[in-house]
């Protein structure tokens, strides 16, 4: 019996044309374009600039995206996940939105929320549900508009976080491409170095919670660098040791873009030159759940059937985790 692999057979993606530049930055905040560069490798982000435009906005175009590059019919797709920390609403589905507004009207779908890590966990999703037999083809998207949530006088993180989306779809593969291998984890006593405080059943909206600015992000820089550094490369050198890989064996680091030092970490770890590894940081920087398809959606004309990829991210929660995929064709 073949055994039926999960695997990545379209990708797509969608940034907003708004360049929030370090130059600009700087006349809003106590920063500038020297310090930013040092330390995250951000040169500038993406922002949706339309306050009547939510994560959906930024999921659909992704959608749409892939959709008319693999001339994907949206009605054949059986299951869309929205990976995402912003979602439109706090009850009404974004991925239920999304999926209505492509066309995908036999689908069925959720939102799923890890932070950083939550497309990672998502493609783990989308490969269980391929690979049980009930479904042909799952449609994953990350999409956050982090400028929903940055404190714009906040230079801890107003420097870091840019608005994006990102979508793979996930189909039976019989020839060994596809997911391979994943290591995910959590560790709940991280929550209080990278959160936010208000707007949920622990501490709902109020006046005060706005006044003291508790909807926004907050992030303690050192600890979550500490974390993310030592997590990030822990689990990307195990899941290439678990599976008897070289150097030479890896094609592509796929890393979470979060902090190019943490990037420059991960590919050290597991002895990666740089032309092997995914890198927009520059670009966009930390856009949470879209960063790992937009490497993808960049790196595509690259990559090559039967490429081994190493995907790697760490999130709030703290989330982290790595996953194996073989590349499953040419562009």
């Not at 560069?37 to 995206?65: M, V």
């Amino acid at each position: 019996m073949t055994d039926m692999k999960a695997a990545i057979t379209a990708v797509g993606a969608y940034v907003p044309e708004y360049r929030l530049t370090n130059s600009v930055l700087e006349s809003m905040v106590d920063t500038n374009d020297e310090w930013i560069t040092t330390r995250t490798g951000i040169q500038e982000r993406r922002i949706l600039k339309d306050p009547t435009k939510g994560s959906s906005f930024l999921a659909i175009k992704a959608a749409q995206d892939l959709i008319n590059k693999s001339s994907t019919d949206p009605a054949t797709i059986d299951l869309v996940i929205v990976a995402t920390t912003t979602p439109d609403m706090p009850v009404a589905s974004t991925a239920a939105y999304v999926a209505t507004h492509i066309g995908a009207v036999n689908a069925f779908s959720y939102d799923l929320m890890a932070a950083c890590s939550g497309f990672l966990y998502g493609m783990s999703n989308a490969a269980s549900y391929i690979e049980s037999g009930r479904y042909k083809k799952v449609l994953l998207i990350g999409a956050d508009k982090m400028s929903s949530i940055i404190d714009y006088t906040d230079r801890a993180t107003c420097i870091i976080f840019g608005d994006a989306g990102g979508a793979v779809l996930f189909e039976p593969n019989l020839e060994g491409n596809g997911l391979q291998d994943e290591i995910l984890r959590t560790d709940g006593s991280g929550r209080d170095f990278l959160r936010i405080e208000a707007g949920g059943s622990l501490l709902p909206a109020s006046h005060e919670t706005v006044e003291k600015k508790q909807h926004f992000v907050y992030q303690d820089g050192k600890n979550v660098f500490k974390y993310a550094v030592s997590n990030m490369a822990d689990v990307a050198e195990q899941i290439v040791q678990r599976n008897d890989l070289t150097n030479n064996d890896i094609d592509w680091l796929v890393p979470h873009q979060a902090n190019k030092r943490i990037i420059d970490a991960t590919a050290k770890r597991v002895d990666l030159p740089n032309e092997k590894v995914m890198v927009n940081i520059h670009k966009y920087g930390n856009t949470t759940s879209a960063t790992l398809p937009l490497c993808l959606n960049e790196y595509e004309s690259q990559l090559k059937r039967g490429d081994n990829l190493v995907f790697a991210a760490f999130g709030g929660g703290f989330t982290w985790g790595s996953i194996l995929l073989k590349w499953a064709y040419n562009s």
